[in-house]
């Protein structure tokens, strides 16, 4: 039994080797190579995670918003006004207020969790959108959590993050 307890320890070892040194050259890159590896991540873990994702009901395909709707307002909407609100609620303001936390101080995944569980659970347009958007969350919480550890305009970088992702997303429509 103990042999299995070591092979286990072993394999956690290992991922959390390779999340650290993913972890470290994304905290050493620049703001633009960070910023595209945060939305590849993002896509990369919606795929690999979609298994997941599909266990929970959907809308029957339904979109979260309505197709027909002027490009121009989804696009003002979408890319400029939705990224500004959404990161200064969802990860500002809550991962500033887990910081304050003695508890969470030095718990930053604990935080980023928090962040990304409050994300999702305001884009409610189906269970499986909210799980997505959990994890979407979660991985832009920890964009925040990292340039706000290096005090290099963390709301700005999540912001761009965002608008980002919310413009592929309408160009694919």
């Known amino acids: 039994m103990e042999g299995y307890s070591d092979c286990k320890k072993s394999i956690f070892d290992r991922i959390k080797n390779r999340i650290l040194k993913v972890h470290n050259y994304l905290y050493n890159t620049d703001v633009v190579t960070f910023m595209l590896c945060i939305i590849l991540i993002q896509y990369l873990s919606v795929i690999i995670l979609s298994p997941v994702i599909m266990l929970f009901p959907d809308n029957n395909g339904a979109a979260p918003f309505d197709p027909e709707e002027s ?7 979408g890319v400029i006004i939705a990224p500004l609100i959404e990161t200064l609620l969802y990860q500002k303001i809550v991962i500033d207020i887990c910081n304050k936390i003695k508890f969470l101080n030095n718990r930053k995944f604990i935080g980023i969790l928090i962040s990304g569980a409050i994300f999702g659970s305001r884009h409610t347009y189906s269970p499986q959108y909210v799980v997505h958007m959990f994890v979407v969350g979660s ?18 970088v999540v912001c761009c993050i965002h608008a980002i992702n919310n413009f592929i997303a309408l160009m694919i429509l």
Not at 71 to 77: D, F
Not at 139 to 156: D, E, G, L
């Open 71 to 77: 490009k121009k307002l989804m696009l003002i909407v």
């Open 139 to 156: 991985i832009w919480a920890y964009a925040y959590t990292v340039y706000k550890q290096k005090k290099k305009h963390p709301y700005w």
